[in-house]
């Protein structure tokens, strides 16, 4: 093939995926989403702030009201990623905000760990076995079989 490398999937059509994980020792149970979707994508800032397609903490909200004021022309993107506390070993699925021009990146969220506070990691699709439950802390999260499609 021409193009190797690139195989369509479910990004290509606009769909977020997931997967499910639990806790086999407490029950805890959690949708963990990926990427982006049909809604969690780009916009102009302006078109963001009329529409409001998905929600934001709203210290970010704010933030974003008071960049669209100073900068007509930013444009906000969104996804889902995975990220782990490299210290808890507690992984997180949450959304993550940039707003930029073609020039620089003017906000973009940055996550802590609810248990010690510390900077979170990005980490690989599905990697979940074996890290912390961030209910119970023991070591016992698994992934579940199903994949989830959002949007
Ligand atoms: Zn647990
Ligand atoms: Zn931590």
Known sequence: ???GGYSPSSKALGMGTGFNVHCLHC????DFM???GMVVHEYSLK????EEPFHVHRMTHRKIEQLARRYGHLRIDAEYRLLLCP???IPFSRLHI???????IYHQTRFRCTHCERPLKEIAT???E??????CLEKSLVVGLDVINWD
């Open 1 to 3: 093939m021409k193009n």
């Open 98 to 104: 940039t707003v930029f021009d073609r020039e620089r």
């Open 87 to 89: 210290h808890c070993h």
């Open 47 to 50: 078109r963001y702030l009329e």
């Open 27 to 30: 029950g805890y149970e959690e």
């Open 126 to 128: 599905g990697n979940i």
């Open 34 to 36: 990926e990427g982006k």
């Open 130 to 135: 074996n890290y912390r439950c961030p209910e």
